[in-house]
């Protein structure tokens, strides 16, 4: 194990061996969820996030798919998500949720799974390939370029856009979420925000945190987790 304080566990993954944030709730036991990271890596931001959905209860695993790589610097944000092979990102985020599924802490059947930017895209991806062992999926601000096979996610699925983000048009979020809904028959929930991309992160590197629209969304996200768990 790294002498990394944002690495405390580790988990199989497709033969191999992955790393993570692991954050359990004070009472010990709680629904699991998956906390898929920014184009930042695994940041103090994102552990903050898993220890703040511990506090509510869940015990949840922030995976690190950087390997303990992170950056302030959007340049080198970007390149190092284009470094990253989807596909091992694919097998570390099905390890994390197989991981959450056997750990004695985890209660019910199914995992929860919410990301965030590029993490927002996985969440979809990862939904759509684990078919019932998610049952509900939170993307904030993430769409994906190339869409998957819809037909096999049966995750409740809800969606947090900015209407001011220029990262994600909001008719790219639109159209991915009534894809979603014209594949599975299910109406995904999806909120906008009169917010920029990235307005949940307090670390606050794009400058468009909104305090005040990200309670609004936390609020709903544990709400929902809640219901479908």
């Not at 580790?10 to 061996?17: A, L």
């Not at 096999?152 to 699925?157: N, S």
């Not at 809904?181 to 299910?186: K, L, R, S, V």
């Not at 670390?203 to 629209?213: I, S």
């Amino acid at each position: 194990m790294p002498d990394n304080p944002r690495q405390n566990v580790t988990f199989p993954s497709n033969g191999g061996e992955a790393f993570g944030y692991l954050a359990v709730p004070a009472g010990g036991r709680g629904p699991g969820l998956v906390v898929i990271q920014e184009w930042w890596g695994l940041t103090d931001h994102i552990a903050g996030v898993a220890d703040r959905f511990a506090g509510e209860g869940f015990v949840a695993l922030a995976p690190d798919l950087y390997g303990g790589r992170t950056t302030h610097d959007a340049e080198e944000a970007g390149r190092l998500m284009q470094e990253l092979p989807a596909d091992r990102a694919a097998r570390d985020l099905m390890g994390a949720v197989d991981y959450l599924l056997a750990n004695d802490a985890v209660v019910g059947a199914k995992a929860g799974v919410v990301g965030f930017c590029m993490g927002g895209g996985f969440v979809l991806s990862l939904a759509a390939q684990a078919g019932g062992k998610v049952g509900a999926a939170v993307a904030f601000y993430g769409v994906l370029q190339e869409e998957p096979d819809w037909s096999a996610l049966t995750a409740r699925v809800q969606g947090h856009y900015g209407e001011k983000d220029d990262f994600v048009p909001a008719e790219a979020a639109r159209a991915q979420f009534r894809a979603i809904a014209e594949a599975t028959g299910t109406e995904p929930e999806l909120h906008f925000y009169p917010a920029g991309h990235a307005f949940l992160n307090d670390e606050n590197l794009l400058g468009t945190y909104d305090p005040q629209q990200a309670r609004i969304a936390w609020d709903r996200t544990v709400g929902f987790l809640r219901d479908n768990l």
